[in-house]
Nanobody, 123 residues
């Protein structure tokens, strides 16, 4: 099982980015995929997740309504569309997978983790 996160970079306040999480060694329909982030000096926090069985999504309250998680099962890839980025969104973003349970942003439920991609939002 491997997860490869990509799409991070340096953007300005108000810009958008789309992160990708390419999965290999398993299929998305059997796993929940979650997105997490960790800012410097802060604990890791859950952002969003998408269910394997039906593609239903779950979001943290502070991104609900302006960030969107989606998946392309043909490409075995999950995306996180991030709009209206703010400096406080600066962090390393990770994707993770679990074959247990439904969509959740509780990080301890996840057993597989990607290497992370850095998002920097300048003011």
């Amino acid at each position: 099982v491997q997860l490869q996160a990509s799409g991070g970079g340096l953007v300005h306040t108000g810009d958008s980015l789309r992160l990708s999480c390419a999965a290999s060694g398993f299929t998305l329909d059997k796993h929940v995929i979650g997105w997490f982030r960790q800012a410097p000096g802060k604990e890791r926090e859950g952002i969003s997740s998408i269910s394997g069985s039906d593609g239903s999504a779950h979001y943290a309250e502070d991104v609900k309504g302006h960030w969107t998680i989606s998946r392309d099962t043909a490409k075995n890839t999950v995306y996180l569309q991030m709009n209206s980025l703010q400096p406080e969104d600066t962090a390393i973003y990770y994707c993770a997978a679990t074959k247990y349970g439904g969509a959740t942003i509780y990080d301890r439920q996840y057993e597989y983790w990607g290497q992370g991609t850095l998002v920097t939002v300048s003011s």
